[in-house]
């Protein structure tokens, strides 16, 4: 195996890198966001429900179906960052594995 492809295979593995850790910030924002958004909202439906005199046991419940949407998105956000996060370190496994190769190339 020639030296110059593999060092080319190892560069754009690293851009990929590069560009994963920036989406892996921007889903992290994401997630925060939408825990946030969440919890407000959250906090704003129990508040009504308390007003409207619900009975105390199932405020929770009721509040809770009221925000699925929200905590759909929460979950999503935080799964989606999840996943990020286990492809990066698939991708950093990929530029080791190339590193082993480049390292054994060169001293054939």
Do not use: W
Request: proline share 2%; glycine share 2%; hydrophobic share 40%.
């Amino acid at each position: 195996m020639e030296l110059t492809p593999t060092i080319k295979m190892l560069q754009q593995a690293t851009n990929r890198l590069s560009d994963a850790s920036k989406e892996i910030f921007r889903l992290a924002q994401k997630k925060a966001e939408t825990e946030r958004e969440y919890r407000m909202e959250l906090a704003k439906v129990i508040f009504r429900l308390r007003d409207e005199k619900i009975p105390a046991t199932i405020i929770g419940d009721c509040a809770r179906g009221e925000v699925a949407e929200l905590k759909f998105q929460r979950d999503l956000a935080a799964d989606m960052y999840r996943s990020a996060l286990s492809a990066m370190e698939a991708l950093k496994s990929e530029i080791n594995a190339i590193q082993t190769i480049t390292k054994y190339t060169g001293e054939i």
